[in-house]
């Protein structure tokens, strides 16, 4: 289970690093942060870290793996065939109290959506994070599922939000996080409306969105 980073560093340069941006991404490895050094072939070094301790690793073999009952419960990779937009109305249903934003980042639902894609999503679909689940119209199930795939889709194309990616956004570039519309854009303009961007808490979680354009429950 991922939550941190990962980073990669070969003969004392960083050659990968992605995950959650943190500037201390392009610092010198390990750092406070690392929970983890795995000595690869070749002389390469791996760094897990993880500021907040969520991430979990365990070993196992081949066999192990198929029966791994984590894995077994995931839910279909956003991108992929399963995840459907009835599919994805059906989980919503299935947790219908739940805020939708607690949904998203459920990864028995969809694997894979994390903190940033969750408040992209939203705010692409024009959804507020604390809305109950069950009570999204067909047409904003429909329009949240879409948000999904293309806010993913969009990530997978610039290489996510991965090293590159961090340099490029501090730098004014055009990678992912640079055209993000949620994402630090708090106390910023709504890129839709020109609202100014507010933070609130949803389930414990900073969420970033647009008071305009994503109304209250
Ligand atoms: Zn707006």
Same mark, same amino acid.
């Not at 990779?77 to 995840?83: I, K, N, R, T």
């Not at 694997?111 to 994390?114: L, R, Y």
């Not at 959804?127 to 999204?136: D, E, F, I, K, S």
């Given at each position: 289970m991922m939550t941190g980073q990962l980073v990669v560093v070969d003969d004392g340069q960083i050659l990968f690093a992605g995950g959650h941006?943190?500037?201390?991404?392009?610092?010198?490895?390990?750092?406070?942060?690392?929970?983890l050094i795995l000595w690869l072939a070749g002389g390469r070094v791996l760094y897990f870290n993880d500021q907040r301790k969520f991430g979990r690793l365990w070993l196992v073999d081949d066999a192990g793996l198929a029966a791994d009952p984590f894995l077994a419960r995931l839910g279909p990779? @956003?991108?992929? %065939? /399963?995840?459907t937009s009835s599919a994805f109305r059906t989980q919503l249903r299935r947790h219908a109290r739940a805020p939708v934003k607690v949904v998203l980042l459920d990864q028995t639902v969809v694997?894979?959506?994390?903190n940033i894609y969750a408040d992209e999503s939203l705010h692409l679909a024009r959804?507020? @994070?604390?809305? %109950? /689940?069950?009570?999204?119209s067909g047409a904003e199930s429909r329009r949240l599922h879409a948000a999904v795939r293309v806010t993913l889709a969009r990530a997978v194309e610039s290489g996510g939000t991965s090293f590159a990616e961090y340099v490029n956004a501090a730098r004014g570039g055009h990678g992912f996080l640079a055209q993000a519309?949620?994402?630090?854009?708090?106390?910023l303009p709504c890129v839709v409306c020109g609202t100014t961007m507010t933070r609130i808490s949803v389930a414990g979680r900073g969420t970033t969105l647009c008071p305009r354009c994503q109304r209250s429950p």
């Open positions: 941006p943190t500037r201390s991404m392009l610092g010198p490895m390990p750092n406070p942060t690392t929970r990779e @956003p991108l992929g %065939p /399963a995840f694997a894979g959506i994390g959804v507020h @994070p604390r809305r %109950p /689940a069950g009570g999204l519309r949620a994402f630090r854009r708090e106390g």
